[in-house]
Each structure stands twice: as structure tokens, then as C-alpha cells.
């Protein structure tokens, strides 16, 4: 069983930057993609990002490519999400999400079985 812990979500006006945190509480071999999902109320989660934490491929969502940034820090066994020149469209609840299994689609959130509990980002025009 893998715990995630999030931290870093808040409030910011549009073009600012925040920093999302996922400590996760087991070692690397339970862990082999990583990532984070958001959704809002009434909307399916979708995925953001993921990494392939052996490897550090990345994956990103068109929507977020170019602004978001997501990386790892395996000594600490957490996965950041660095969220630039951030839009009102990315308000919503953010998830860290992991998998010990191989998955064909990396964005797909039905693959993970891990979850944080969430946390916030909002940001105003």
C-alpha cells in the first residue's frame, strides 16, 4: 500500500506560479509511474502529468505543456509539479496519483490505484 501526501496548493492571479509536493510512503519498487490529476466539480479527472519514476520520462497534458513542469526527487521519494504562468482554466482540486504497474496510457487515471487526498489551486483573472 503506497501513501501520498500533497502540499503546496493555494491561491494565485493568473500568470503566477505555484508548486505542488507528493511525498510518497513507500520505496521506489512500489512505485512505478507517478503523477497528478485535477479535477473540477461536475468534470472526469483528468491527468496532468506523470513521470516514469525509474526512467524520469515524462508525460504532460496538451493543455499544461510548455507551463508545468513535473520532476522527482527519489532520495525523498516525492514528485513535484512546478505550475507556471498559471490560467483560471487550471483552477481545481489536484491529486498525486501512483502505480506499480505497467500502463499503456500514462494520463489515464483509471491505471493508478494510489491516491492523495487532494488539494487546492485556484486561480483568479
Known amino acids: 500500500q503506497v501513501q501520498l501526501v500533497e502540499s503546496g496548493g493555494g491561491s494565485v492571479q493568473a500568470g503566477g506560479s505555484l508548486r505542488l509536493s507528493c511525498a510518497a510512503s513507500a520505496y521506489a519498487d512500489s512505485r512505478n509511474y507517478m503523477g497528478w490529476f485535477r479535477q473540477t466539480p461536475g468534470k472526469e479527472r483528468e491527468g496532468v502529468a506523470t513521470?516514469?519514476?525509474?526512467?524520469?520520462?515524462?508525460y504532460y497534458a496538451d493543455s499544461v505543456k510548455g507551463r508545468f513542469t513535473i520532476s522527482q526527487d527519489n532520495a525523498k521519494n516525492t514528485v513535484y509539479l512546478q505550475m507556471d504562468n498559471l490560467k483560471p482554466e487550471d483552477t481545481a482540486i489536484y491529486y498525486c496519483?501512483?502505480?506499480?504497474?505497467?500502463?499503456?496510457?500514462?494520463?489515464?487515471?483509471?491505471?493508478?490505484?494510489?491516491w492523495g487526498q487532494g488539494t487546492q489551486v485556484t486561480v483568479s483573472s
Open positions: 496519483a501512483a502505480t506499480a504497474s505497467r500502463i499503456i496510457s500514462a494520463l489515464d487515471s483509471r491505471a493508478f490505484p494510489y
Open positions: 513521470i516514469h519514476t525509474r526512467t524520469g520520462i515524462t
